[in-house]
């Protein structure tokens, strides 16, 4: 892909000749070869069509010749000869090894052949007597103007080439002067009018040409300007994450550590802060990543609903506050779905109807709506919305009845995301809601039948007792780390890199890998839990926390058998994670490879 500096270099050169215009149909400096090839490979990809008709027009004229005048047999080998010179000519001006000027040079070979074997033709005929009409010429020249697509210059040049030897021929054969100047008159015209409309042709291709790749270089333009986006958002992805992460951690170690009322408060106050902090840059992050093209796959799998739906009820507990959650979904419910991109969406509808619905009650159902669908609704029983509201609470950055901004409120990114989200799922939307009768949000999932085996995972014990080995090459994250899992009861052996990794392992038995995914090497720290896996020849329970959670990276992380965490990580997230490893090196359930 091209640097923005020459995209915009290419864009100032054809706005510069679209304002200069081009009369003399030529282009200047590089412009007019980019345009000759553009004009080459146009005029190749209709040869076929053209090549075919030509060969029907010469093949159609030597049998009239041989049937219907006396001198038939004479003017076959002609044709014949014709037929050989334009088959030599179709590799040169089909094949895309040669250049531009030989190829033009095969085309312009073609008609000459075409034009002076009627001509020779005529002229055969009229030396023994034979008076054939000049059709022939006319039906070539509007074939070598209107349908051949040769360059301007090129066409007119040999139009009239052929028709100066038509005439001095005919002065040669003593043609009579009136017959052969009606004649000449009238394919004369033919020839003005040709060349007026093939240099129209031309003129407007030449037009046209300059508009598409202005369109050309503004997409390209575009795409560059995303892959900057892309790094931006990967830098800040991981950046800005970081240090949240680390506070987040922090804020739930120094809990953990002074209990006095004072201090908890504090705590709490961070956590919440943390978390509204975490929730904005997630927003934004979500937003970005779903408005540029082709940033987000969906890899959709069987994905069983209950037990998915309450977990995430279970994990809005602590938001709902005074609103109660209720969850009505059968057992048994099976959907195909990429289960991140709709854990996303169901999340944002919880999180709207929590902070924004004033409801008493949130219900969040499922149930089987046709044969092959699966319909859930996120209902709350709050206000409500009028039908003007509704159309607005899809639309970016848009807070109803937030005029304050409050920052606890979000962003207004929520609906935008998840209507965006239902739409890359290819899951229908649909919002149901009055004043004062609370909202329905509807989403219809294709149905699956239950799989034929199913993996029980075990309840997450309260206690941790195992060895961690962590790697994580920010300070202060790791520091937070160690504290946080040493007060859960775990042994951490705290390293930087892959080497030291290695080392601790070397020296110490493990029960479980944690690792953060940028480490500042040329491995990521999905390609170091693997080397440490190898080193032990075990595979050992692994967990990865990364700021960039993409389909890609939860493809490779579900094939390696490492579970996923999301920057800023949530305490309690990270205490089942870990719980359910540590659980897992002692034989007692499975670990799961999405957390």
């Not at 033709?121 to 074939?143: K, R």
């Not at 602590?318 to 009505?328: F, I, P």
Request: a negative charge; aromatic letters at 8%; one cysteine or more.
């Amino acid at each position: 892909m091209l640097t923005q500096g020459a995209l915009a270099l290419q864009e100032r050169a054809l706005l510069a000749q679209q304002q200069r215009g081009h009369i003399a149909l030529r282009f200047q400096g590089a412009l007019e070869s980019a345009f000759d090839h553009y004009h080459l490979t146009r005029v190749r990809r209709q040869l076929p069509w053209v090549a075919g008709s030509a060969v029907v027009f010469v093949l159609a004229y030597a049998l009239l010749d041989f049937f219907m005048t006396p001198l038939g047999w004479m003017t076959l080998p002609l044709r014949i000869a014709a037929f050989v010179g334009l088959l030599l000519c179709y590799p040169l001006m089909i094949s895309e090894r040669v250049g531009t000027a030989w190829s033009w040079a095969a085309y312009g070979a073609a008609y000459l052949i075409s034009g002076l074997s009627i001509i020779a033709v005529i002229y055969l005929n009229i030396s023994q007597g034979v008076n054939l009409p000049y059709d022939g010429m006319f039906l070539l020249f509007c074939y070598g103007y209107f349908l051949l697509g040769m360059p301007w210059r090129l066409t007119v040049s040999l139009s009239w080439l052929q028709l100066a030897v038509f005439l001095i021929l005919g002065r040669f054969f003593d043609v009579p002067a009136d017959v052969l100047a009606y004649q000449g008159l009238f394919l004369g015209c033919v020839n003005l009018i040709g060349s007026f409309g093939s240099y129209l042709l031309e003129h407007s291709l030449r037009s046209s040409w300059l508009n598409l790749r202005l369109l050309e270089l503004a997409r390209e333009q575009a795409e560059t300007e995303n892959a900057r986006k892309l790094r931006l958002l990967a830098a800040a992805s991981h950046d800005l994450r970081q240090p949240l992460n680390a506070m987040g951690l922090y804020a739930e170690h120094l809990s953990e550590l002074h209990p006095d009322a004072t201090t908890q408060k504090i705590s709490q106050r961070l956590r919440e802060s943390v978390g509204q902090l975490g929730r904005m840059l997630q927003s934004l992050l979500d937003f970005t990543r779903l408005t540029l093209p082709g940033q987000l796959s969906v890899q959709r799998a069987a994905l069983e609903v209950r037990p998915f739906l309450a977990r995430l009820l279970h994990e809005h507990q602590d938001e709902a506050g005074s609103t109660v959650l209720r969850l009505d979904c059968p057992e048994n419910l099976w959907v195909l779905t990429d289960a991140a991109l709709f854990e996303r969406l169901l999340r944002n509808l919880l999180s709207n109807a929590l902070r924004h619905a004033d409801a008493r009650l949130l219900l969040l159902s499922a149930h089987v709506a046709a044969e092959d669908q699966i319909e859930i609704r996120v209902r709350d029983d709050g206000r409500g919305l009028s039908v003007d509201e509704q159309a607005q609470v899809f639309e970016e950055f848009r807070q109803l009845n937030n005029p304050g901004r409050l920052a606890e409120r979000g962003l207004g990114l929520g609906l935008a995301i998840v209507q965006q989200l239902a739409q890359l799922l290819a899951h229908p939307l649909q919002l149901d809601s009055a004043p004062g009768s609370g909202s329905c949000f509807r989403l219809w999932l294709p149905a699956l039948a239950a799989p034929a085996h199913e993996v029980a995972v075990a309840q997450t014990p309260s206690g941790l007792q195992g060895c961690v080995l962590l790697i994580e090459d920010d300070e202060a994250g790791r520091e937070a780390l160690v504290g946080l899992l040493s007060r859960w009861g775990c042994q951490v052996l705290p390293c930087t890199d892959l080497i030291s990794a290695q080392q601790a392992l070397q020296n110490h038995p493990v029960d479980m890998l944690l690792s953060d995914f940028r480490l500042g090497l040329a491995l990521d720290g999905l390609q170091v839990l693997e080397q440490l896996r190898e080193q032990v020849g075990q595979m050992l329970p692994a967990l990865l926390i990364t700021a960039e959670v993409t389909p890609a990276l939860s493809e490779r992380a579900a094939h390696a058998h490492v579970a996923l965490l999301a920057k800023p990580v949530m305490p309690a997230r990270l205490r089942q994670a870990i719980a359910r490893g540590l659980h897992a090196r002692q034989g007692m359930t499975t670990p799961s490879l999405e957390v």
